[in-house]
């Protein structure tokens, strides 16, 4: 952990929880609790005095799984401290199979979802997922367009019978059954379903914005309402750098905060490009870069980055710096995860990992609050509160706080998760709150908090169990 007293105002945090704070709710209303409790996690990290940028790891795909060797967290332990967000992707070319096919494989999927229930068990690390049905005209083309493309309007579960739309739905069904296991061991999934539409890499390159969302829309509301999934937190990626004029005009390919709960870029930054100016200021080499970049900070959602890469293409796969990162965090107050690729840029292998761990910005998985805890109270971002105590009285469950400075407002806040209020009256001039669950109608979960004191405007979050 890396408490840190604070005794001003947390102005930054005003600006975060405005845009943030009680409409920080899942897009899915029947979503499980625990599923909730990460999404406020996440939505809490901006503009957050201490652990505001989630460190994160591609721990790899259905090639590494088989391999004793790696998928192991403790791989990318940086002084002993673990990552934060770690993930994998169900669909590759499957290079252990003769002549790498593209694979879609409900069996490997199933020894994915394993190793992530146990680290999910173990570290309470919150686990991040890419699942993409192949290419439904060609799929040995895997993500890749073909010359057999249709339309993604012809996908639909609306459109005529074709054999790309039963090849498109069984592979989502595949995705489905795995994305049930991790549901039925009650793991929330920070999930990917169309990864960087706008690379032609994938077969989304070439069609029309509106098929992409409507396509977007057909898939989210198979999974949560059809299949009844409701620990999905959806992720809408878009590749950052050195994209084309065609691939910069992101907005009109979101599908509606409806259906979305978190923006995220692919940033693989240059090992020649120079991305800060000499006062460390952040500057995009791109003639497009900044264009997307502030195209993602503009959906209000919290935003990240679910790829991460850094001296890219270098000749000899020299890593790079994690002070890099750090830079880069500064510069982007509502910047709150990031999830670092593999080979040569994993976040262990990268210069100063000690220094990028002990940043008060970074939330390691130590960090992290048992989001599934049933006894005591976490505080993840501990703002001016100095101690906490959970304490049974009688038929009563009782909350108290204690905090550095007086206060000089007469309530206390608690804002939850679905947007309800509880007001709290407080004594002018005392150090101490007194929240009874009963009468207060508290539960378990997280709040976000606000009040004066002489220090200033307080805000921040607060994760009950009582």
């Not at 919290?302 to 710096?321: C, F, H, I, K, R």
Request: with cysteine; charged share 15%.
């Amino acid at each position: 952990m890396k408490p840190i007293r604070l005794t001003t105002a947390i102005v930054s945090l005003s600006i975060s929880f405005s845009a943030f704070g009680s409409g920080a709710v899942l897009s899915d209303p029947n979503a499980s609790t625990v599923a909730k409790n990460v999404y406020a996690f996440l939505a809490s990290r901006a503009g957050s005095n201490t652990n505001r940028v989630l460190e994160g790891q591609h721990l790899g795909g259905i090639n590494e799984i088989v391999d004793p060797n790696q998928f192991q967290i403790n791989a990318y332990a940086v002084n002993n401290k673990l990552p934060a967000l770690v993930g994998s992707r169900y669909d590759s070319n499957n290079k252990n199979a003769a002549g790498s096919p593209y694979t879609l494989s409900a069996a490997l999927d199933q020894q994915i979802n394993n190793k992530l229930i146990g680290i999910w068990n173990t570290n309470h690390s919150i686990i991040h997922l890419t699942a993409v049905a192949p290419n439904p005209w060609s799929f040995q083309s895997g993500r890749l367009p073909s010359d057999s493309d249709g339309t993604l309007s012809e996908l639909l579960r609306t459109a005529p019978a074709s054999a790309a739309k039963t090849s498109f739905w069984n592979s989502i069904d595949i995705i489905a059954a795995g994305l049930q296991q991790l549901e039925d061991a009650n793991v929330p999934v920070l999930f990917r379903p169309f990864p960087e539409f706008n690379q032609s890499k994938y077969y989304c390159d070439g069609k029309d914005s509106i098929g992409f969302k409507n396509l977007w829309i057909d898939v989210y509301n198979y999974y949560v309402n059809t299949k009844g999934l409701h620990n999905l937190i959806f992720c809408w990626e878009a590749w950052v750098l050195n994209k084309a004029p065609a691939y910069s005009n992101i907005k009109p390919w979101y599908p509606g905060d409806a259906y979305v709960d978190v923006v995220a870029g692919a940033y693989y930054f240059s090992y020649d490009k120079t991305y800060f100016d000499t006062n460390g200021a952040l500057v995009f080499p791109g003639v497009n870069d900044k264009t997307i970049h502030d195209a993602l900070l503009s959906f209000k959602k919290p935003y990240g980055s679910t790829q991460w890469g850094l001296n890219q293409n270098e000749p000899n796969n020299t890593p790079g710096d994690n002070t890099f990162t750090l830079k880069f965090i500064n510069n982007v107050p509502s910047f709150s995860f990031v999830y670092y690729w593999t080979g040569y840029q994993e976040v262990q292998l990268q210069a100063n990992g000690t220094i990028f761990v002990n940043d008060p910005a970074i939330c390691t998985a130590d960090d992290l609050p048992n989001f599934n805890s049933d006894a005591g109270i976490r505080m993840p971002n501990s703002g001016n509160i100095t101690a906490i105590a959970a304490i049974h009285r009688k038929s009563k469950d009782v909350i108290t706080i204690d905090f550095y400075n007086p206060l000089i407002e007469t309530e206390f806040r608690l804002i939850s998760i679905n947007g309800a209020i509880s007001r709290i009256p407080v004594s002018a001039g005392g150090s101490q709150i007194i929240m009874e669950k009963e009468k207060y109608h508290l539960h378990n979960g997280f709040y976000i908090f606000e009040m004066k004191s002489k220090s200033g405007l307080m805000r921040g979050s607060l994760f009950l169990t009582f």
